[in-house]
Nanobody, 124 residues
Framework: VQLQASGGGLVQPGGSLRLSCVAS????????VAWFRQAPGKAREGVSCLRPGGRTYADSVKGRFTISRDRATNTMYLQMNNLKPEDTAVYYCAATRSGLIVSTCLRPNSYDFWGQGTEVTVSS
């Protein structure tokens, strides 16, 4: 399985970005996917995940970020609106063939496959 993330960039506070992640070799109806981020000097944190039972979001992004998936193209997206300076980080997509549950969906060690990361900078 290979994951290729893209879509990062520099945006002003209040702006929007859409991240994309193309997955190859992940032909499973029960897999889970997620977006994580890591700011300088901080641990990697779960942002949002899409699992067989639904979507889960970190409290810090609820109402602003939306995760989605296009099964036809094996592409996952993270639509980020009303961006804040504290959203600045490298964003990573991740996937696993397991159907995760709410309590494990935002944990980095739940995932087997990772993309290379795309940098998001929110600054005026």
């Amino acid at each position: 399985v290979q994951l290729q993330a893209s879509g990062g960039g520099l945006v002003q506070p209040g702006g929007s970005l859409r991240l994309s992640c193309v997955a190859s070799g992940l032909a499973s109806d029960s897999y889970s996917v997620a977006w994580f981020r890591q700011a300088p000097g901080k641990a990697r944190e779960g942002v949002s995940c899409l699992r067989p039972g639904g979507r889960t979001y970190a409290d810090s992004v609820k109402g602003r970020f939306t995760i989605s998936r296009d099964r036809a193209t094996n592409t996952m997206y993270l639509q980020m609106n009303n961006l804040k300076p504290e959203d600045t980080a490298v964003y990573y997509c991740a996937a696993t063939r397991s159907g995760l549950i709410v309590s494990t969906c935002l944990r980095p060690n739940s995932y087997d496959f990772w993309g290379q990361g795309t940098e998001v900078t929110v600054s005026s």
